[in-house]
Protein backbone atom coordinates (compact mmCIF):
# COMPACT_ATOMS: atom_id res chain seq x y z
CA UNK A 1 0.00 0.00 0.00
CA UNK A 2 2.78 2.21 0.92
CA UNK A 3 4.13 1.69 -2.72
CA UNK A 4 0.78 2.68 -4.40
CA UNK A 5 0.60 5.74 -2.35
CA UNK A 6 4.53 6.48 -3.51
CA UNK A 7 3.79 6.00 -7.23
CA UNK A 8 0.27 7.96 -6.53
CA UNK A 9 2.49 11.08 -5.70
CA UNK A 10 5.16 10.19 -8.10
CA UNK A 11 2.41 10.06 -10.78
CA UNK A 12 1.15 13.78 -9.66
CA UNK A 13 4.57 14.85 -9.46
CA UNK A 14 5.22 13.77 -12.52
CA UNK A 15 2.24 15.72 -13.89
CA UNK A 16 3.35 18.67 -12.51
CA UNK A 17 6.77 18.19 -14.10
CA UNK A 18 5.62 17.84 -17.59
CA UNK A 19 3.02 20.54 -17.21
CA UNK A 20 5.76 23.12 -15.78
CA UNK A 21 8.95 22.00 -16.62
CA UNK A 22 11.64 23.93 -16.90
CA UNK A 23 10.06 27.02 -15.23
CA UNK A 24 13.63 29.28 -15.02
CA UNK A 25 13.43 29.15 -18.55
CA UNK A 26 11.80 31.81 -20.85
CA UNK A 27 10.24 30.49 -23.78
CA UNK A 28 12.04 29.94 -26.32
CA UNK A 29 14.43 28.26 -29.11
CA UNK A 30 16.56 25.93 -26.26
CA UNK A 31 13.22 25.80 -23.63
CA UNK A 32 11.35 24.21 -26.55
CA UNK A 33 13.94 22.06 -27.75
CA UNK A 34 14.59 20.22 -24.57
CA UNK A 35 10.46 19.72 -24.14
CA UNK A 36 10.46 18.45 -28.21
CA UNK A 37 13.31 15.78 -27.56
CA UNK A 38 11.77 14.68 -24.50
CA UNK A 39 7.95 14.02 -25.46
CA UNK A 40 9.40 12.55 -28.48
CA UNK A 41 11.69 10.01 -27.63
CA UNK A 42 9.34 9.38 -24.44
CA UNK A 43 6.25 8.29 -26.60
CA UNK A 44 5.70 4.89 -26.73
CA UNK A 45 4.79 3.29 -30.27
CA UNK A 46 6.18 6.13 -32.10
CA UNK A 47 9.67 5.54 -34.67
CA UNK A 48 11.59 8.56 -31.99
CA UNK A 49 10.72 6.53 -28.64
CA UNK A 50 13.84 5.20 -26.57
CA UNK A 51 13.71 2.10 -24.15
CA UNK A 52 13.90 3.56 -21.03
CA UNK A 53 17.32 1.00 -20.36
CA UNK A 54 19.13 3.30 -23.59
CA UNK A 55 17.66 7.11 -21.90
CA UNK A 56 21.69 7.93 -20.95
CA UNK A 57 22.09 11.62 -20.35
CA UNK A 58 25.82 12.99 -20.02
CA UNK A 59 26.46 16.13 -18.27
CA UNK A 60 29.40 18.02 -18.22
CA UNK A 61 30.27 20.25 -14.97
CA UNK A 62 32.46 22.83 -14.63
CA UNK A 63 30.25 25.85 -16.70
CA UNK A 64 27.52 23.87 -17.71
CA UNK A 65 26.19 22.88 -14.42
CA UNK A 66 28.16 25.32 -11.99
CA UNK A 67 30.36 28.13 -12.83
CA UNK A 68 33.77 28.15 -13.42
CA UNK A 69 35.24 31.45 -13.35
CA UNK A 70 37.75 32.94 -12.67
CA UNK A 71 39.21 29.82 -11.95
CA UNK A 72 37.38 26.27 -11.44
CA UNK A 73 36.11 25.84 -7.83
CA UNK A 74 38.70 23.11 -7.64
CA UNK A 75 41.66 24.99 -7.89
CA UNK A 76 39.88 27.34 -5.02
CA UNK A 77 39.65 24.12 -3.29
CA UNK A 78 43.29 22.96 -3.75
CA UNK A 79 44.56 26.92 -3.14
CA UNK A 80 42.65 26.49 0.57
CA UNK A 81 44.42 23.37 1.04
CA UNK A 82 47.93 24.79 0.67
CA UNK A 83 47.17 27.47 3.38
CA UNK A 84 45.68 24.97 5.37
CA UNK A 85 48.20 22.20 5.63
CA UNK A 86 51.74 24.86 4.71
CA UNK A 87 52.65 23.88 8.37
CA UNK A 88 53.16 20.35 7.47
CA UNK A 89 55.07 21.33 4.55
CA UNK A 90 57.14 24.27 5.03
CA UNK A 91 58.65 23.92 1.44
CA UNK A 92 55.82 24.91 -0.06
CA UNK A 93 56.81 28.37 1.03
CA UNK A 94 59.77 28.88 -1.31
CA UNK A 95 58.11 26.96 -4.09
CA UNK A 96 55.83 27.85 -7.19
CA UNK A 97 53.25 27.28 -7.86
CA UNK A 98 52.66 27.38 -4.14
CA UNK A 99 54.67 30.55 -3.09
CA UNK A 100 51.88 32.13 -5.35
CA UNK A 101 49.12 30.55 -3.90
CA UNK A 102 50.18 31.24 -0.24
CA UNK A 103 50.36 35.03 -1.53
CA UNK A 104 47.22 34.95 -2.75
CA UNK A 105 48.63 35.49 -6.33
CA UNK A 106 46.30 34.29 -8.56
CA UNK A 107 47.50 35.60 -11.30
CA UNK A 108 50.93 33.99 -10.63
CA UNK A 109 48.98 30.81 -10.11
CA UNK A 110 47.00 30.86 -13.25
CA UNK A 111 50.14 31.85 -15.47
CA UNK A 112 50.50 27.92 -15.43
CA UNK A 113 47.16 27.12 -15.40
CA UNK A 114 46.92 23.43 -16.41
CA UNK A 115 50.26 22.72 -14.86
CA UNK A 116 50.03 24.52 -11.69
CA UNK A 117 46.62 23.16 -11.06
CA UNK A 118 47.90 19.32 -11.43
CA UNK A 119 50.85 20.21 -8.60
CA UNK A 120 48.38 21.97 -6.56
CA UNK A 121 46.05 19.02 -7.10
CA UNK A 122 48.63 16.07 -6.29
CA UNK A 123 49.98 17.81 -3.36
CA UNK A 124 46.35 18.76 -1.72
CA UNK A 125 44.43 15.93 -2.93
CA UNK A 126 46.58 12.57 -1.72
CA UNK A 127 48.42 11.05 0.95
CA UNK A 128 44.67 9.97 2.70
CA UNK A 129 41.89 7.39 2.05
CA UNK A 130 38.93 8.77 -0.09
CA UNK A 131 36.60 9.50 2.78
CA UNK A 132 38.71 11.64 4.49
CA UNK A 133 39.36 13.78 1.39
CA UNK A 134 35.96 13.92 1.10
CA UNK A 135 35.12 15.07 4.53
CA UNK A 136 38.08 17.81 3.90
CA UNK A 137 35.82 18.75 0.70
CA UNK A 138 32.71 19.09 2.55
CA UNK A 139 34.28 21.10 5.28
CA UNK A 140 35.70 23.96 3.03
CA UNK A 141 32.46 24.09 1.02
CA UNK A 142 30.73 25.12 4.56
CA UNK A 143 32.51 28.11 4.96
CA UNK A 144 34.87 28.82 1.42
CA UNK A 145 33.15 31.78 -0.57
CA UNK A 146 33.69 32.29 -4.61
CA UNK A 147 35.98 35.77 -4.67
CA UNK A 148 33.71 37.73 -6.07
CA UNK A 149 29.89 36.35 -6.03
CA UNK A 150 30.66 36.10 -2.30
CA UNK A 151 28.86 32.79 -2.18
CA UNK A 152 29.40 29.51 -1.24
CA UNK A 153 30.61 27.94 -4.29
CA UNK A 154 27.90 25.05 -4.07
CA UNK A 155 25.56 28.23 -4.15
CA UNK A 156 26.65 28.78 -7.72
CA UNK A 157 24.95 26.23 -9.45
CA UNK A 158 22.79 26.95 -12.59
CA UNK A 159 19.20 26.69 -11.71
CA UNK A 160 18.19 26.02 -15.33
CA UNK A 161 19.77 23.03 -15.57
CA UNK A 162 18.86 21.46 -12.38
CA UNK A 163 15.48 21.75 -13.80
CA UNK A 164 16.31 20.29 -16.78
CA UNK A 165 18.29 17.42 -15.09
CA UNK A 166 15.27 16.97 -12.89
CA UNK A 167 12.93 17.09 -16.01
CA UNK A 168 15.23 13.99 -17.57
CA UNK A 169 14.72 11.91 -14.65
CA UNK A 170 11.23 12.36 -13.85
CA UNK A 171 11.65 10.95 -17.56
CA UNK A 172 13.18 7.69 -16.56
CA UNK A 173 16.61 9.06 -18.17
CA UNK A 174 19.83 8.03 -16.19
CA UNK A 175 21.69 11.26 -15.82
CA UNK A 176 25.58 11.13 -15.36
CA UNK A 177 28.29 13.83 -14.95
CA UNK A 178 30.97 13.71 -17.18
CA UNK A 179 33.47 16.38 -16.06
CA UNK A 180 37.47 16.94 -16.47
CA UNK A 181 36.90 17.60 -12.37
CA UNK A 182 38.28 15.20 -10.23
CA UNK A 183 36.17 12.25 -9.67
CA UNK A 184 36.26 12.15 -5.41
CA UNK A 185 36.08 15.90 -5.22
CA UNK A 186 32.48 15.80 -7.27
CA UNK A 187 31.37 12.88 -5.16
CA UNK A 188 31.91 15.00 -1.72
CA UNK A 189 29.37 16.99 -2.57
CA UNK A 190 27.27 16.32 -5.94
CA UNK A 191 24.83 13.67 -4.44
CA UNK A 192 23.49 16.07 -2.04
CA UNK A 193 23.51 19.20 -3.95
CA UNK A 194 22.06 18.15 -7.68
CA UNK A 195 20.33 15.23 -6.19
CA UNK A 196 22.82 12.79 -9.02
CA UNK A 197 24.36 9.64 -7.17
CA UNK A 198 27.84 9.14 -6.79
CA UNK A 199 27.92 6.10 -8.84
CA UNK A 200 26.69 8.23 -11.97
CA UNK A 201 29.58 10.88 -11.45
CA UNK A 202 32.76 10.06 -13.86
CA UNK A 203 35.68 12.41 -14.03
CA UNK A 204 39.35 13.23 -13.38
CA UNK A 205 41.11 10.82 -11.02
CA UNK A 206 44.50 10.18 -9.04
CA UNK A 207 45.90 7.28 -8.63
CA UNK A 208 45.32 5.09 -5.51
CA UNK A 209 46.02 2.14 -3.99
CA UNK A 210 43.85 -0.32 -1.64
CA UNK A 211 45.27 -1.30 1.91
CA UNK A 212 43.57 -2.65 5.20
CA UNK A 213 40.19 -1.56 3.55
CA UNK A 214 40.66 1.84 2.59
CA UNK A 215 41.35 3.26 -1.05
CA UNK A 216 44.10 5.70 -0.54
CA UNK A 217 44.93 8.63 -2.78
CA UNK A 218 48.14 8.75 -4.56
CA UNK A 219 50.17 12.15 -5.64
CA UNK A 220 49.65 11.23 -9.16
CA UNK A 221 47.11 12.16 -11.66
CA UNK A 222 45.55 8.86 -13.28
CA UNK A 223 43.39 9.61 -15.90
CA UNK A 224 41.87 13.38 -17.52
CA UNK A 225 38.66 12.92 -18.74
CA UNK A 226 38.74 15.51 -21.38
CA UNK A 227 38.38 15.89 -24.85
CA UNK A 228 38.64 13.00 -26.39
CA UNK A 229 38.80 11.04 -23.32
CA UNK A 230 35.49 12.14 -22.29
CA UNK A 231 33.95 9.29 -24.76
CA UNK A 232 36.60 6.79 -23.75
CA UNK A 233 35.20 7.41 -19.89
CA UNK A 234 31.82 7.39 -20.91
CA UNK A 235 32.87 3.85 -22.66
CA UNK A 236 34.20 2.65 -19.53
CA UNK A 237 31.54 3.49 -16.84
CA UNK A 238 28.02 3.64 -18.76
CA UNK A 239 29.32 0.98 -21.62
CA UNK A 240 26.88 2.38 -23.68
CA UNK A 241 26.68 5.38 -26.16
CA UNK A 242 24.68 8.52 -24.69
CA UNK A 243 21.38 9.83 -26.14
CA UNK A 244 21.68 13.42 -24.79
CA UNK A 245 25.01 15.24 -24.27
CA UNK A 246 24.88 19.17 -22.61
CA UNK A 247 28.26 20.71 -22.51
CA UNK A 248 30.25 24.48 -22.64
CA UNK A 249 33.33 24.35 -23.84
CA UNK A 250 35.33 22.68 -26.75
CA UNK A 251 36.31 20.11 -23.97
CA UNK A 252 33.02 18.59 -24.34
CA UNK A 253 32.87 18.85 -28.31
CA UNK A 254 34.01 15.12 -28.53
CA UNK A 255 31.44 13.75 -25.47
CA UNK A 256 28.27 15.24 -27.97
CA UNK A 257 29.53 14.18 -31.00
CA UNK A 258 29.96 10.62 -29.78
CA UNK A 259 26.21 10.82 -28.50
CA UNK A 260 25.25 12.16 -31.98
CA UNK A 261 27.03 9.29 -33.89
CA UNK A 262 24.57 7.06 -31.49
CA UNK A 263 22.97 5.03 -34.91
CA UNK A 264 20.25 3.97 -32.92
CA UNK A 265 18.46 6.94 -31.39
CA UNK A 266 17.45 10.14 -31.92
CA UNK A 267 19.72 12.70 -30.01
CA UNK A 268 20.39 15.80 -28.42
CA UNK A 269 22.85 18.09 -28.08
CA UNK A 270 23.21 21.05 -26.07
CA UNK A 271 25.58 23.91 -25.32
CA UNK A 272 25.39 26.48 -22.67
CA UNK A 273 26.87 29.91 -23.78
CA UNK A 274 28.11 31.98 -21.83
CA UNK A 275 26.30 35.23 -22.56
CA UNK A 276 25.74 37.31 -19.36
CA UNK A 277 28.38 39.51 -18.29
CA UNK A 278 26.14 40.64 -15.54
CA UNK A 279 24.61 38.17 -13.95
CA UNK A 280 27.23 35.15 -14.75
CA UNK A 281 30.21 36.04 -17.27
CA UNK A 282 30.20 36.33 -20.98
CA UNK A 283 33.44 34.13 -22.46
CA UNK A 284 33.56 31.63 -25.57
CA UNK A 285 36.09 31.80 -28.25
CA UNK A 286 39.13 33.36 -26.24
CA UNK A 287 38.55 32.37 -22.87
CA UNK A 288 41.40 30.72 -20.95
CA UNK A 289 38.70 28.75 -19.50
CA UNK A 290 35.97 27.09 -20.73
CA UNK A 291 36.88 27.61 -24.05
CA UNK A 292 33.82 27.49 -26.80
CA UNK A 293 35.56 27.90 -30.49
CA UNK A 294 35.96 25.62 -32.36
CA UNK A 295 32.27 23.55 -31.07
CA UNK A 296 30.19 26.49 -31.71
CA UNK A 297 30.94 26.64 -35.01
CA UNK A 298 29.89 23.40 -35.67
CA UNK A 299 26.87 23.83 -33.47
CA UNK A 300 25.73 25.99 -35.63
CA UNK A 301 25.82 24.18 -38.16
CA UNK A 302 24.63 21.52 -37.04
CA UNK A 303 21.27 22.51 -35.10
CA UNK A 304 22.71 21.92 -32.49
CA UNK A 305 20.97 23.78 -29.16
CA UNK A 306 22.66 26.56 -27.99
CA UNK A 307 21.75 28.37 -25.23
CA UNK A 308 21.80 32.21 -24.82
CA UNK A 309 22.05 32.42 -21.15
CA UNK A 310 21.49 35.97 -20.75
CA UNK A 311 18.38 35.74 -23.05
CA UNK A 312 16.85 32.13 -22.33
CA UNK A 313 17.79 32.14 -18.49
CA UNK A 314 14.94 33.85 -16.11
CA UNK A 315 17.45 33.35 -13.28
CA UNK A 316 21.31 31.84 -13.37
CA UNK A 317 21.68 30.59 -9.46
CA UNK A 318 19.07 29.23 -7.36
CA UNK A 319 19.10 32.11 -4.52
CA UNK A 320 18.01 34.83 -7.32
CA UNK A 321 14.52 33.07 -7.23
CA UNK A 322 11.86 34.39 -5.72
CA UNK A 323 10.91 33.27 -2.45
CA UNK B 1 -2.88 4.54 -14.18
CA UNK B 2 -0.43 2.09 -16.32
CA UNK B 3 1.71 3.47 -13.76
CA UNK B 4 -0.63 1.81 -10.93
CA UNK B 5 -1.08 -1.02 -12.78
CA UNK B 6 2.88 -1.67 -13.23
CA UNK B 7 3.17 -0.79 -9.46
CA UNK B 8 0.75 -3.34 -8.39
CA UNK B 9 1.54 -6.45 -10.25
CA UNK B 10 5.68 -5.66 -9.00
CA UNK B 11 4.19 -5.64 -5.89
CA UNK B 12 2.49 -9.03 -6.46
CA UNK B 13 5.82 -10.43 -7.75
CA UNK B 14 7.68 -8.79 -4.73
CA UNK B 15 5.41 -10.53 -2.38
CA UNK B 16 6.16 -13.83 -4.35
CA UNK B 17 9.90 -13.11 -4.01
CA UNK B 18 9.95 -12.36 -0.55
CA UNK B 19 7.97 -15.55 -0.08
CA UNK B 20 9.36 -17.50 -2.29
CA UNK B 21 13.34 -16.38 -1.93
CA UNK B 22 15.83 -18.58 -3.21
CA UNK B 23 13.81 -21.79 -4.55
CA UNK B 24 16.78 -23.37 -5.77
CA UNK B 25 18.59 -23.39 -2.34
CA UNK B 26 18.20 -25.85 -0.14
CA UNK B 27 16.94 -24.99 3.66
CA UNK B 28 20.23 -24.50 5.34
CA UNK B 29 22.82 -22.17 6.64
CA UNK B 30 23.39 -20.09 3.35
CA UNK B 31 20.25 -19.49 2.55
CA UNK B 32 19.15 -18.32 5.76
CA UNK B 33 21.98 -16.23 6.05
CA UNK B 34 21.54 -14.26 2.72
CA UNK B 35 17.30 -14.27 3.85
CA UNK B 36 18.29 -13.05 7.65
CA UNK B 37 20.74 -10.75 6.37
CA UNK B 38 18.11 -8.74 3.63
CA UNK B 39 15.69 -9.20 5.38
CA UNK B 40 17.31 -7.58 8.72
CA UNK B 41 18.57 -4.41 6.61
CA UNK B 42 15.21 -4.18 4.87
CA UNK B 43 13.19 -3.59 8.17
CA UNK B 44 12.80 0.31 8.38
CA UNK B 45 13.69 2.10 11.84
CA UNK B 46 15.69 -0.89 12.99
CA UNK B 47 20.08 -0.24 13.93
CA UNK B 48 20.54 -2.50 10.79
CA UNK B 49 18.24 -0.44 8.25
CA UNK B 50 20.56 0.50 4.93
CA UNK B 51 18.56 3.48 2.72
CA UNK B 52 17.66 2.15 -0.49
CA UNK B 53 21.16 4.32 -1.89
CA UNK B 54 23.79 2.58 0.12
CA UNK B 55 21.93 -0.96 -0.80
CA UNK B 56 25.11 -2.03 -3.20
CA UNK B 57 26.13 -5.38 -3.86
CA UNK B 58 29.03 -6.72 -5.85
CA UNK B 59 29.59 -10.19 -7.23
CA UNK B 60 32.44 -11.87 -9.08
CA UNK B 61 31.90 -13.55 -12.32
CA UNK B 62 33.90 -16.34 -13.37
CA UNK B 63 33.18 -19.15 -10.83
CA UNK B 64 30.24 -16.92 -8.93
CA UNK B 65 27.89 -16.32 -11.13
CA UNK B 66 28.84 -18.56 -13.64
CA UNK B 67 31.27 -21.88 -14.04
CA UNK B 68 35.16 -21.29 -15.10
CA UNK B 69 36.48 -24.74 -15.57
CA UNK B 70 38.27 -25.75 -17.34
CA UNK B 71 39.63 -22.38 -18.63
CA UNK B 72 37.76 -19.12 -18.19
CA UNK B 73 35.03 -19.05 -20.96
CA UNK B 74 36.88 -16.35 -22.53
CA UNK B 75 39.92 -17.81 -23.33
CA UNK B 76 37.72 -20.31 -25.43
CA UNK B 77 36.64 -17.03 -26.85
CA UNK B 78 39.81 -15.81 -27.39
CA UNK B 79 40.81 -19.40 -29.01
CA UNK B 80 37.83 -19.93 -31.21
CA UNK B 81 38.83 -16.00 -32.80
CA UNK B 82 42.50 -17.34 -32.97
CA UNK B 83 40.76 -19.92 -35.36
CA UNK B 84 38.67 -17.86 -37.29
CA UNK B 85 40.97 -14.78 -38.07
CA UNK B 86 44.13 -17.46 -38.67
CA UNK B 87 43.71 -16.21 -42.32
CA UNK B 88 44.30 -12.96 -42.02
CA UNK B 89 47.50 -13.41 -39.48
CA UNK B 90 49.66 -16.37 -40.80
CA UNK B 91 52.21 -15.78 -38.15
CA UNK B 92 49.92 -16.85 -35.82
CA UNK B 93 50.88 -20.70 -37.24
CA UNK B 94 54.28 -20.23 -35.61
CA UNK B 95 54.06 -18.37 -32.95
CA UNK B 96 53.06 -19.45 -29.51
CA UNK B 97 50.63 -19.60 -27.76
CA UNK B 98 48.74 -19.26 -30.90
CA UNK B 99 50.11 -22.41 -32.50
CA UNK B 100 49.02 -23.94 -29.64
CA UNK B 101 45.60 -22.71 -29.79
CA UNK B 102 45.38 -24.06 -33.47
CA UNK B 103 46.76 -27.46 -32.73
CA UNK B 104 43.66 -27.54 -29.83
CA UNK B 105 46.38 -28.16 -27.58
CA UNK B 106 45.07 -26.38 -24.72
CA UNK B 107 47.70 -27.76 -22.59
CA UNK B 108 50.00 -26.11 -24.44
CA UNK B 109 47.87 -22.66 -24.42
CA UNK B 110 47.62 -23.20 -20.18
CA UNK B 111 51.22 -23.46 -19.57
CA UNK B 112 51.39 -20.05 -19.39
CA UNK B 113 47.83 -19.62 -18.73
CA UNK B 114 47.95 -15.90 -17.91
CA UNK B 115 50.38 -14.29 -20.26
CA UNK B 116 48.63 -16.64 -22.82
CA UNK B 117 45.69 -15.68 -21.85
CA UNK B 118 46.91 -12.09 -22.28
CA UNK B 119 48.27 -12.33 -25.44
CA UNK B 120 45.43 -14.25 -26.98
CA UNK B 121 43.58 -11.39 -25.75
CA UNK B 122 45.52 -8.46 -27.43
CA UNK B 123 45.64 -10.15 -30.57
CA UNK B 124 41.66 -11.30 -30.45
CA UNK B 125 40.07 -8.50 -28.78
CA UNK B 126 41.37 -5.54 -30.84
CA UNK B 127 41.75 -2.98 -33.80
CA UNK B 128 37.84 -2.90 -34.08
CA UNK B 129 35.62 -1.08 -32.63
CA UNK B 130 33.99 -1.65 -29.08
CA UNK B 131 30.43 -2.55 -30.93
CA UNK B 132 32.29 -4.88 -33.26
CA UNK B 133 33.84 -6.37 -30.84
CA UNK B 134 30.75 -7.15 -28.84
CA UNK B 135 29.08 -8.85 -32.02
CA UNK B 136 31.61 -11.16 -32.48
CA UNK B 137 31.04 -12.24 -28.66
CA UNK B 138 27.33 -12.59 -29.30
CA UNK B 139 28.18 -14.41 -32.39
CA UNK B 140 30.20 -16.95 -31.03
CA UNK B 141 27.53 -17.46 -27.78
CA UNK B 142 25.16 -18.54 -30.29
CA UNK B 143 27.26 -21.49 -31.62
CA UNK B 144 29.91 -22.21 -29.44
CA UNK B 145 29.86 -25.14 -27.14
CA UNK B 146 31.55 -25.76 -23.72
CA UNK B 147 34.01 -28.83 -24.61
CA UNK B 148 32.92 -31.14 -21.32
CA UNK B 149 29.28 -30.20 -20.92
CA UNK B 150 28.53 -29.44 -24.26
CA UNK B 151 26.45 -26.68 -23.70
CA UNK B 152 26.74 -22.93 -24.85
CA UNK B 153 28.57 -21.13 -22.08
CA UNK B 154 26.39 -18.63 -21.05
CA UNK B 155 23.83 -21.71 -19.81
CA UNK B 156 26.21 -22.52 -17.66
CA UNK B 157 25.09 -20.04 -15.00
CA UNK B 158 24.61 -20.51 -12.20
CA UNK B 159 20.57 -20.58 -11.26
CA UNK B 160 21.14 -19.95 -7.37
CA UNK B 161 23.28 -17.18 -7.58
CA UNK B 162 21.04 -15.77 -10.82
CA UNK B 163 18.15 -15.90 -7.46
CA UNK B 164 20.23 -14.67 -4.95
CA UNK B 165 20.74 -11.50 -7.86
CA UNK B 166 17.02 -11.15 -8.18
CA UNK B 167 16.30 -11.31 -4.64
CA UNK B 168 18.55 -8.68 -4.07
CA UNK B 169 17.24 -6.62 -6.91
CA UNK B 170 13.27 -7.16 -5.44
CA UNK B 171 14.51 -5.34 -2.29
CA UNK B 172 16.51 -2.62 -3.84
CA UNK B 173 19.90 -3.81 -3.85
CA UNK B 174 21.87 -1.98 -6.81
CA UNK B 175 23.68 -5.32 -8.22
CA UNK B 176 27.47 -5.03 -9.52
CA UNK B 177 29.43 -7.42 -11.46
CA UNK B 178 32.75 -7.12 -10.23
CA UNK B 179 34.76 -9.47 -12.52
CA UNK B 180 38.87 -10.26 -13.66
CA UNK B 181 36.78 -10.94 -16.93
CA UNK B 182 37.04 -8.12 -20.01
CA UNK B 183 33.89 -5.50 -19.41
CA UNK B 184 33.44 -5.35 -23.31
CA UNK B 185 33.35 -8.86 -23.13
CA UNK B 186 31.18 -9.31 -20.00
CA UNK B 187 28.75 -6.44 -21.75
CA UNK B 188 27.93 -8.31 -24.60
CA UNK B 189 25.47 -10.30 -22.72
CA UNK B 190 25.33 -9.88 -19.35
CA UNK B 191 22.27 -7.88 -19.72
CA UNK B 192 20.20 -10.41 -21.30
CA UNK B 193 21.40 -13.23 -20.03
CA UNK B 194 21.59 -11.93 -16.11
CA UNK B 195 19.47 -8.99 -16.09
CA UNK B 196 22.17 -6.76 -14.92
CA UNK B 197 22.65 -3.64 -17.08
CA UNK B 198 25.93 -2.67 -18.72
CA UNK B 199 26.89 0.19 -16.21
CA UNK B 200 26.69 -2.14 -13.77
CA UNK B 201 29.63 -4.26 -15.06
CA UNK B 202 32.90 -4.09 -14.05
CA UNK B 203 36.22 -5.91 -15.05
CA UNK B 204 39.44 -5.73 -16.68
CA UNK B 205 39.80 -3.74 -19.73
CA UNK B 206 42.13 -3.21 -22.58
CA UNK B 207 43.32 0.54 -24.01
CA UNK B 208 40.97 2.28 -25.98
CA UNK B 209 40.82 5.44 -28.22
CA UNK B 210 38.00 7.61 -29.32
CA UNK B 211 38.04 8.48 -33.40
CA UNK B 212 35.30 9.43 -35.28
CA UNK B 213 32.74 8.86 -32.97
CA UNK B 214 34.16 5.32 -32.62
CA UNK B 215 35.42 3.82 -29.43
CA UNK B 216 38.39 1.45 -30.91
CA UNK B 217 39.78 -1.00 -28.86
CA UNK B 218 44.12 -1.15 -28.79
CA UNK B 219 46.28 -4.47 -28.53
CA UNK B 220 47.22 -3.76 -24.83
CA UNK B 221 46.11 -4.43 -21.44
CA UNK B 222 45.28 -1.21 -19.16
CA UNK B 223 43.64 -2.49 -15.87
CA UNK B 224 43.21 -6.02 -14.44
CA UNK B 225 40.50 -5.98 -12.01
CA UNK B 226 41.61 -8.57 -9.85
CA UNK B 227 42.85 -9.19 -6.08
CA UNK B 228 43.70 -5.34 -4.56
CA UNK B 229 42.01 -3.61 -7.61
CA UNK B 230 38.78 -5.33 -7.25
CA UNK B 231 38.04 -2.18 -4.46
CA UNK B 232 40.19 0.28 -7.08
CA UNK B 233 37.50 -0.74 -9.59
CA UNK B 234 34.43 -0.59 -6.85
CA UNK B 235 35.35 3.21 -5.89
CA UNK B 236 35.83 4.46 -8.95
CA UNK B 237 32.74 3.09 -10.73
CA UNK B 238 30.51 3.00 -7.83
CA UNK B 239 32.04 5.47 -5.21
CA UNK B 240 30.91 4.19 -2.37
CA UNK B 241 31.68 0.72 -0.06
CA UNK B 242 29.13 -2.02 -1.14
CA UNK B 243 27.57 -3.71 1.90
CA UNK B 244 27.19 -7.18 0.01
CA UNK B 245 29.83 -8.97 -1.30
CA UNK B 246 29.89 -12.38 -3.59
CA UNK B 247 33.15 -14.48 -4.60
CA UNK B 248 34.77 -17.65 -4.95
CA UNK B 249 37.92 -17.40 -4.79
CA UNK B 250 41.08 -15.64 -3.09
CA UNK B 251 40.78 -13.15 -6.21
CA UNK B 252 37.88 -11.92 -4.39
CA UNK B 253 39.17 -11.57 -1.24
CA UNK B 254 40.04 -7.95 -1.10
CA UNK B 255 36.42 -7.16 -2.13
CA UNK B 256 34.69 -8.83 0.00
CA UNK B 257 37.17 -7.22 3.22
CA UNK B 258 36.98 -3.64 1.56
CA UNK B 259 32.99 -4.78 1.89
CA UNK B 260 33.68 -5.80 5.48
CA UNK B 261 35.08 -3.02 6.84
CA UNK B 262 31.97 -0.34 6.17
CA UNK B 263 31.72 1.11 8.99
CA UNK B 264 28.29 2.73 8.37
CA UNK B 265 26.05 -0.51 7.90
CA UNK B 266 26.03 -4.35 8.15
CA UNK B 267 27.59 -6.08 5.66
CA UNK B 268 27.23 -10.03 4.27
CA UNK B 269 30.38 -11.93 2.50
CA UNK B 270 29.74 -15.18 0.78
CA UNK B 271 31.99 -17.63 -0.88
CA UNK B 272 30.49 -20.02 -3.14
CA UNK B 273 32.69 -23.12 -2.66
CA UNK B 274 32.97 -25.79 -5.51
CA UNK B 275 32.66 -28.92 -3.68
CA UNK B 276 30.14 -30.54 -6.49
CA UNK B 277 32.68 -33.18 -8.55
CA UNK B 278 29.41 -34.54 -10.15
CA UNK B 279 27.22 -31.75 -11.46
CA UNK B 280 30.03 -28.94 -11.56
CA UNK B 281 33.69 -29.21 -10.45
CA UNK B 282 35.01 -29.44 -6.99
CA UNK B 283 38.31 -27.35 -6.47
CA UNK B 284 39.83 -24.93 -4.08
CA UNK B 285 42.92 -24.70 -2.38
CA UNK B 286 45.29 -26.06 -5.71
CA UNK B 287 42.95 -25.09 -8.31
CA UNK B 288 45.45 -22.84 -10.92
CA UNK B 289 42.16 -21.46 -11.54
CA UNK B 290 39.80 -20.31 -9.12
CA UNK B 291 42.12 -20.55 -6.35
CA UNK B 292 40.27 -20.29 -2.91
CA UNK B 293 42.52 -20.85 -0.06
CA UNK B 294 43.55 -17.79 1.86
CA UNK B 295 39.81 -16.95 1.72
CA UNK B 296 38.81 -20.04 3.02
CA UNK B 297 40.59 -19.61 6.05
CA UNK B 298 39.51 -15.96 6.82
CA UNK B 299 36.02 -16.85 5.78
CA UNK B 300 35.87 -20.13 8.52
CA UNK B 301 37.38 -17.88 11.24
CA UNK B 302 35.23 -15.05 10.72
CA UNK B 303 32.11 -16.20 9.92
CA UNK B 304 31.36 -15.25 6.70
CA UNK B 305 28.88 -17.44 4.16
CA UNK B 306 30.30 -20.41 2.53
CA UNK B 307 28.25 -22.16 0.38
CA UNK B 308 28.73 -25.52 0.25
CA UNK B 309 27.33 -26.03 -3.47
CA UNK B 310 26.70 -29.77 -3.54
CA UNK B 311 24.59 -30.27 -0.43
CA UNK B 312 23.18 -26.74 -0.62
CA UNK B 313 22.30 -26.53 -4.43
CA UNK B 314 19.24 -28.23 -5.78
CA UNK B 315 20.05 -27.44 -9.23
CA UNK B 316 23.47 -25.80 -10.46
CA UNK B 317 22.45 -25.03 -13.87
CA UNK B 318 18.97 -23.65 -15.27
CA UNK B 319 19.04 -26.34 -17.55
CA UNK B 320 18.03 -28.46 -14.89
CA UNK B 321 15.61 -27.02 -13.73
CA UNK B 322 12.29 -29.06 -13.52
CA UNK B 323 10.04 -27.62 -17.03
Same mark, same amino acid.
Given at each position: MQKILLTLSLLFSFSLQAAE?? =??? /?? %?ISKQSIINYVTAVTK +? /? &?? !?FIPVKDRIAVFDND %? &???AEQPAYFQLFFAMDMVKKHVSEHPEWKTTEPFKSVLANDIKGVMKSVEKGLISLVNATHSNMDVETFQEEVRTWLKTAKH??? /??? *? !??? #? *?QPMMEVIQYLEANDFKVYIVSGGGIDFMRAFVPE? *? %? #? =?? +?HIIGSKGEVKYENGKIIKLPEIHFIDDKETKPVAINYHIGKRPVAAFGNSDGDFAMMEYTEANDKHKTLQLYVHHTDDKREWKYDR !??? #? %?KLDKGLDYARDNNWTIVDMKQEWKVIFPFELKK
Open positions: AL =PSW /NE %G +E /N &TA !D %G &TLWPTK /NRP *Y !DKL #I *YV *Y %G #I =PQ +E !DSH #I %G
